[in-house]
């Protein structure tokens, strides 16, 4: 049986690309779409994860793979999460605070502003649990 989730989730670039490329973890993310779908929880990517799997994807397989990734993800039950003052003030005291990268700091600061559990693929993520919750595609959290 599949499992069904309910919150509020955040993705990053990580579970993004999993999803995309049916990589470790596409299951989790597949469940949590499914979720979502039925109204069950929210998914939330902030700008910056969309930006971080764009890189990636053209770095490791061109221009044209990342139209294919953006064409997957329409239509998909994942909003974009907001930027307000909020997000961008704590994206300021994460990175200050907690030597975050100003991705991780992006990331963390919406997942507090939302509320939301990070899905992630990052063993280094572990360590940052009592900044937001987390849920690891690599059975870590």
Known sequence: MTPRY??????????????????PGFE????LLESAKEGRCRLL??????????????????????????GRLAG????????????????GQMKALHSLSTAEAWLFAAAKRHQATVVHKDPAFDKLHELAPLLSLCGNS
């Open 76 to 91: 998909l039950p994942i909003q974009q999460a907001q930027v307000d003052e909020q997000v961008i003030w704590l994206a």
């Open 45 to 70: 990517i902030p700008p910056i994860a969309v930006m971080e799997a764009s890189v990636e994807v053209w770095l490791e397989e061109g221009e044209e793979a990342v139209g294919l990734l953006y």
């Open 28 to 31: 989790t993310v597949q469940a």
């Open 6 to 23: 309910t919150g509020t989730y955040l993705l990053d670039a990580s579970a993004l690309l999993a999803y995309a490329g049916e990589e």
